[in-house]
Nanobody
Framework: QVQLVESGGGSVQAGGSLRLSCAASPNFCLSWFRQAPGKEREGVAA??????KYADSVKGRFTISKDNAKNILYLQMNSLKPEDTAMYYCAAEITSCNSDYVLLPYKYRKWGQGTQVTVSS
């Protein structure tokens, strides 16, 4: 049974940094999503078979990584902007782990409870 537990959210000023963590069972395909109030859930970053994929809005600012020994997924977020404010979720158990699908929320079966990130201007 896959268990996903996120942590590391908080409130920061624009330009600041946060690192999110997700305790996850071993999995070859893990991703971060976010959902702002009134908006659809969107893919942020994925790591799959040693590859990574990012949403255009976070490229160059966010880095996804995984500690396989500790089974922890990370999302390092730098140069944060107010538009990054959202609830952030990690996800696992995708129906088909490939580049076309890894940032599509409806492809995942397991979700964490989320951690809130708030960026003030």
């Amino acid at each position: 049974q896959v268990q996903l537990v996120e942590s590391g959210g908080g409130s920061v000023q624009a330009g600041g940094s946060l690192r999110l963590s997700c305790a996850a069972s071993p999995n070859f395909c893990l991703s971060w999503f976010r959902q702002a109030p009134g908006k659809e859930r969107e893919g942020v970053a994925a790591i799959y078979f040693g590859n990574t994929k990012y949403a255009d809005s976070v490229k160059g600012r966010f880095t996804i990584s995984k500690d396989n020994a500790k089974n922890i997924l990370y999302l390092q977020m730098n140069s944060l902007k107010p538009e990054d404010t959202a609830m952030y979720y990690c996800a696992a158990e995708i129906t088909s782990c490939n580049s076309d699908y890894v940032l599509l929320p409806y492809k995942y079966r397991k979700w964490g409870q989320g951690t809130q990130v708030t960026v003030s201007s």
